[in-house]
């Protein structure tokens, strides 16, 4: 019977030290109330009546502390990262402004500054600090831009080569015969135009395309020569050059005797 306690402490002391930075406070604070019922109503006690108060002041007491942030949040005028909504799916396309918005986890206000809780207790940090309300909005904008998920394409470009597999820190690659893009696979590209066709939708000229020149060097990242560039009136990415990836040594890729099978 002493084990009981004892046991209920520790998933206690495990649920809020580490979950509770992903738990809602109301959360909590249920269940701090039904372990208040079981203690109160239990039919073979598993406390003295002393010791019973002791666990539960001990259990307000962590829980006080955890609520603290919350607390300071109030008293600090923080909040929850709170959304325009109605304004950020107006300059959304119609295939995807009824998508969820909710890739604002772990952050919140402090005024005008968005901050992002700390890992496992260190430090918050500021995430950006924005002019004034509508520049919160627009920033908001360009991160749903950034996350949001993209319809369902019925087919997908196919790539020169692709990476099979890795021995001593080299790749090997299979090629295709057939292809549309004469590079190796960048799993990145596909995500780059969902985001500049959405910024193209809602931002001005100048601001998207100072986003496009940012996604064309990202593109040109392991290239000696550029290789790639942007198509601004088809919005997609286009290549501009036989060159290879380089790996920082000097090496293209794939490099000579790499590639361990070619299919259609």
Known sequence: MARGPF?????????MFVEMSDMN????????????????????????????EVFL?????AFGILSSKKLDWICRGQSEMRLDEKWIRAHLPKEVAD????????EYLDGLTVMQEGERGGDDIVVYRAKDED???????????????EPA????????????????????????????????????LHGFERYLCLLHYA?????????VQEHIRLMNYWYKEPHWDY????LCFIEVSDSKENDGDGIEEPRPGSVIRTID
């Open 7 to 15: 046991f209920i402490w520790l998933q206690i002391n495990k649920f």
């Open 25 to 52: 406070l109301l959360g909590v604070l249920s269940l701090i109330s039904y372990l208040f019922g079981v203690l109160r109503h239990e039919r073979k006690p598993l406390l003295s009546a002393k010791a019973k």
């Open 57 to 61: 002041l001990l259990l307000l007491l």
């Open 99 to 106: 998508q969820p918005l909710d890739c604002f986890a772990g």
């Open 135 to 149: 520049d919160l909005r627009w920033w908001q904008l360009e991160q749903v831009c950034r996350f949001i998920h």
């Open 153 to 188: 394409l019925s087919t997908r470009k196919i790539w020169r080569y692709y990476r099979d597999h890795a021995e001593d820190g080299k790749w090997f690659y299979i090629e295709h015969k057939i292809y549309d893009y004469n590079a190796i696979e960048d799993s990145r």
């Open 203 to 211: 931002f001005p000229p100048e601001y998207w395309e100072k986003r």
């Open 231 to 234: 198509d601004r009136r088809k």
